[in-house]
């Protein structure tokens, strides 16, 4: 099951409802202090909370609602279609260059899974019929080269690198043009990543945006750093400007918090997940489907 603790909690505050045959207000508001109360211990922006509960409760305390035959029903139904429209109501695509390459930009911060994360969307583009190129833009953490190029190899995607001595802008560049001359039609470009957001690693990356001018520059976060992984993605998005989130390590015991937090705080939709440490352990997110695993 995901998010575990919060889908048992919210399952068991609605399915009081459920069993009712009619409804009262204090009932829906008794559910939905317990749905509240189940969202913050999930580790979900207080605010967040506080907003989906309001329209949740504009919604579901009224006639139409009460006075339906299944009323229990209809509350789940709105929980579930506000639930959907946090995560962003509909499937966000990757945005394709109708010219080639496209140009995928990866950032975050370390042990994130930005690399492991590069190889499995190469992966996803190659069963899609693309043909990606790698590019090995973090020079700074030993052994990030060498990580992508077996990663690569694993693949049987081919890793452009120039070693850790020329400046990733540089890297990028000489990248997408060995794309061009070998016809790779998406590049995926790996950046470097601090353990925490500094000034030096914001500047890298908006020199590479500059000169590179990426499709896609997508963020890859950590779900179980909660309410972190939140605050990464609005700093992100406030200097970079970027278009999407990859959320990673859903498989772990994360309380969720990240997943429902994320794009109603940063303004920007999750385009996949991270759902184990096999390369082949990424799927688009769909907000739909996750809120009925989360409903059940
Ligand atoms: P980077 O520093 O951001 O490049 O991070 P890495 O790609 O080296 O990943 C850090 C660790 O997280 C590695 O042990 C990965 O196997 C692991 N990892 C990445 N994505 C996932 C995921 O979706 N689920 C799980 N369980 N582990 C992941």
Redesign the pocket.
């Known amino acids: 099951m995901v998010f575990e603790g919060l889908a048992e909690k919210l399952q068991g505050a609605l399915q009081k409802l459920k069993s009712k045959g009619k409804l009262t207000d204090k009932d829906v508001k008794d559910a939905m202090r317990e749905v509240k109360l189940a969202l913050l211990e999930a580790d979900v922006n207080f605010k967040v909370v506080k907003d989906f509960i309001d329209k949740v409760k504009d919604r579901a305390v009224g006639h139409e609602v009460m006075e339906s035959l299944t009323p229990g029903q209809q509350v789940i139904k709105i929980v579930h279609e506000e639930l959907t429209a946090l995560m962003g109501t509909t499937q966000s695509k990757l945005n394709f260059s109708p010219k080639a390459p496209t140009v995928i930009m990866l950032v ?11 190889g ?1 969307l190469g992966g996803y583009l190659k069963k899609m019929g693309k043909r990606p190129l790698l590019i090995a833009g ?1 020079i700074y ?1 030993p052994a ?1 080269i060498k ?1 992508l190029q077996v990663v690569g190899a694993q693949l049987d995607i081919p890793v452009f690198s120039m070693g850790d001595k020329v400046s990733p802008v540089h890297i990028a560049k000489a990248g997408i043009e060995h794309a061009n001359k070998h016809g790779n039609d998406v590049v995926i470009i ?1 950046t470097a ?1 601090r353990l925490h957001i500094d000034e030096n690693l914001m500047e890298e990356l908006e020199n590479i945006k500059k000169e590179v001018v990426p499709h896609e520059i997508l963020l ?1 976060v ?1 779900a179980m750093t909660g309410q972190d992984a939140v605050n990464v993605a609005e700093t992100f998005n406030h200097r970079l400007g970027i278009d999407g989130v990859i959320l ?5 015991d994360t309380r969720g918090g990240a997943a429902l937090s994320v794009r109603a705080v940063a303004q920007k939709p999750i385009k996949f ?5 096999k390369l082949s ?2 799927e688009p997110f769909y907000p739909d489907r996750m809120a009925s695993r989360i409903l059940g």
């Open positions: 975050g911060l370390q042990g994130a899974g930005k690399t492991t994360t590069g499995k973090d953490r990030a990580q790996d990543g890859v950590d990673t390590k859903l498989d772990g997940v991270g759902m184990g440490e352990e990424l």
